[in-house]
């Protein structure tokens, strides 16, 4: 195993050493906040999950695209915990109207998101070339509907475990399957609101 700027690697790629940790990390960290929740505020309680929990969640978290549903819920069950100390509920209430509360995304989703605010930035000239020139444009041979529908081009690869992982593959195919009023966004600000809105609404109402 190696470890880089903060991210457990092993020698498959699979993550798991990395999501160990997190989750080793994170349960630490809430149980050391479930001591002294209630001498704090809802408000402050968020305030010191996010610092210490949630930003352990969410760092580096593009790397986990693709992984099995196994591990991604074992991340899952580190937020469950969290929204749990916040509202001070015990494990068999209904988690999904305390995430929703809260208005926080799923893991999953938190991925999808950081992918898909790196691509936005890609295509608008904010993030580092190297990753800009890995992304194109579909333009098809004759006029379709799909023209102005600002698709990205999806790659081939061969590596099925790892290939379709790459944010090469994985840009294209979440951003294609965005609205259009999301992917035209004018704005970093207005991208992640927007995109924040629909993850939201794909997760916990419909999609």
Known sequence: MARNIGVVFDN?????????????SAFFQLHKISKIRKFL????????????VTSKIDYCNSLLFGLPKFLLQRLQRVLNCAARVV?????????????????????EQRINFKILLI???????????????????????RPLRSSAQNLLRNPCYNLKNY?????????????????????????????????KSHLFLCSYVNC
């Open 12 to 24: 498959s790629l699979s993550m798991v050493s990395h999501v160990n940790a997190v989750c080793k």
């Open 41 to 52: 505020t809802p408000e402050t309680t968020k305030t010191i999950i996010h610092a210490f």
């Open 163 to 195: 290939g379709g992982r790459s944010f090469a593959v994985a840009a294209p195919r979440l951003w294609n399957a965005l609205p259009m009023v999301v992917k035209s966004s004018n704005s970093v600000d207005t991208f992640k609101r927007q995109l």
């Open 119 to 141: 691509t936005y930035k890609a295509l608008n000239g904010q993030a580092p070339t190297y990753l800009s020139d890995l992304l194109s444009y579909y333009h098809p041979a």
């Open 87 to 107: 509202y001070q509920s015990n494990k068999y209430d209904h988690i999904t109207p305390l995430l929703m509360e809260l208005h926080w995304l799923p893991v």
